[in-house]
T-cell receptor
Framework: EVQLLESGGGLVQPGGSLRLSCEASQFSFHNYAMSWVRQAPGKGLEWVSAISASGESTYYADSVKGRFTLSRDNSKNTLSLQMNSLRAEDTALYYCAKDLGVDRYGYPDFDFGGQGTLVTVSA | QSALTQPASVSGSPGQSITISCMGISSDFVNYKLISWYQQRPGKAPKLIIYEATERPSGVSNRFSGSKSGNTASLTISGLQTEDEADYYC????????????FGAGTHVTVL
């Protein structure tokens, strides 16, 4: 069973930074594209960012583009989301997710293997 | 690809069938089946229940089925059970060079 352990969330002031991590296990991490999906309190799901299996390609929602940077270390089975210039509207539970299969570009099939990490942006 | 439209809520009695629509998907994305559905129970992570518009992942009940037509995808839950009470989200490819995917606002299913 896919296991994804998100960490790094916490309370940060507006304009501050946080770095989220996702530690993957029980699958061949280097073969799969990965994404972050977030959910504001009491709200729906929002896709945030994705990275190709190799790490060469990254994609961002317009709401975070220019502020968030996604990277991965395939030698350590780890995904990282650097979040800068944080805003109140970035407050959410952040989920790490793997693609359902390999070479699934364009197919929104996510396997959520963890419980998320909570980011709260507040003064 | 703009936001996907789902009804805010749908309800049904145990044993009944209900259908949740997801409108506003590019017809090209519908044709290429770039659509999925997720179930999210309270306090839990989302769970993929339909991918490629009509396919069920291993382990998902066959009471869940997906369909597509024109600019709309639909999720049908047959033989409604109390455990089906949850939020359901559609998701589609967004087709932008930057933004890859877009979720619908979600539909809350109540089992009466």
């Amino acid at each position: 069973e896919v296991q994804l352990l998100e960490s790094g969330g916490g309370l940060v002031q507006p304009g501050g930074s946080l770095r989220l991590s996702c530690e993957a296990s029980q699958f061949s991490f280097h073969n799969y594209a990965m994404s972050w999906v977030r959910q504001a309190p009491g709200k729906g799901l929002e896709w945030v960012s994705a990275i190709s299996a190799s790490g060469e390609s990254t994609y961002y929602a317009d709401s975070v583009k220019g502020r968030f940077t996604l990277s991965r270390d395939n030698s350590k089975n780890t995904l990282s989301l650097q979040m800068n210039s944080l805003r109140a509207e970035d407050t959410a539970l952040y989920y790490c997710a793997k693609d359902l299969g390999v070479d699934r570009y364009g197919y929104p099939d996510f396997d959520f293997g963890g419980q998320g990490t909570l980011v709260t942006v507040s003064a | 690809q703009s936001a996907l439209t789902q009804p805010a809520s749908v309800s049904g009695s145990p044993g009944q069938s209900i259908t949740i629509s997801c409108m506003g998907i590019s017809s090209d994305f519908v044709n290429y089946k770039l659509i999925s559905w997720y179930q999210q129970r309270p306090g839990k992570a989302p769970k993929l229940i339909i991918y490629e518009a009509t396919e069920r992942p291993s382990g998902v009940s066959n009471r869940f089925s997906g369909s597509k037509s024109g600019n709309t995808a639909s999720l049908t839950i047959s033989g409604l059970q109390t455990e089906d009470e949850a939020d359901y989200y559609c998701c589609s490819y967004a087709g932008s060079s930057s933004t890859l995917y877009v979720f619908g606002a979600g539909t809350h299913v109540t089992v009466l």
